[in-house]
């Protein structure tokens, strides 16, 4: 008797690249740059960013393109690409085409999902941009002091309340 025990390959395959004028290497210029690039869908789309050690972009996936105000992701589908590219770091970018900037509570869930995920694999989620429709202006989860692990947190919230 023969078992049959399949072999597979899995492999990043490159689409046509986009191009920027400036290094990628801040939240405003990554916003700026992704913003020109996702302003034209009508619906949601969820974007990583995979960044070396030096947190120069490596590549950009598409993970998800949703609704006109949903997009389905999860953590599976957003750390493939960064496994596969040898990625330190990864941010997050998604587009709202109403030009509502501010997270929604799914929006926060799946950061903490991604920053969860991220620390089982040793790949930091650096910061959660949303694009606001074709306008130019995002929000930056980063800036908001929104990517703090959850004890440092409940420690802030600590000396907060002890201030008052």
Same mark, same amino acid.
């Given at each position: 008797m023969s078992y049959e025990m399949e072999v597979v390959n899995i492999r990043l395959v490159k689409e046509p690249s986009w191009y920027s004028k400036e290094p990628l290497n801040s939240p405003d210029k990554i916003a700026e740059f992704m913003s020109q690039e996702l302003k034209s869908y009508d619906r949601e789309?969820?974007?990583? @960013?995979n960044l070396t050690t030096d947190s120069k972009v490596i590549n950009m996936n598409i993970v998800s393109m949703g609704t006109i105000n949903a997009s389905l992701v999860s953590a599976r589908e957003v750390f493939k690409s960064s496994i596969l590219s040898n990625a330190a770091f990864i941010i997050a970018v998604h587009n709202h085409p109403s030009g509502n900037l501010y997270p929604s509570q799914n929006d926060m869930l799946i950061t903490n999902k991604l920053m969860q995920a991220g620390e089982l694999l040793g790949i930091e989620l650096l910061d959660h941009i949303i694009v606001g429709g074709g =306008? %130019? *202006? +995002? +929000?930056?989860?980063?800036?908001?002091? @929104? @990517?703090?692990? =959850? *004890? @440092?947190?409940? =420690?802030? =919230? %600590?000396?907060?309340?002890? *201030?008052?």
């Open positions: 789309v969820f974007c990583i @960013l =306008k %130019g *202006e +995002y +929000y930056s989860f980063h800036t908001h002091n @929104l @990517l703090l692990d =959850k *004890e @440092l947190q409940q =420690k802030q =919230k %600590g000396q907060k309340t002890m *201030e008052r």
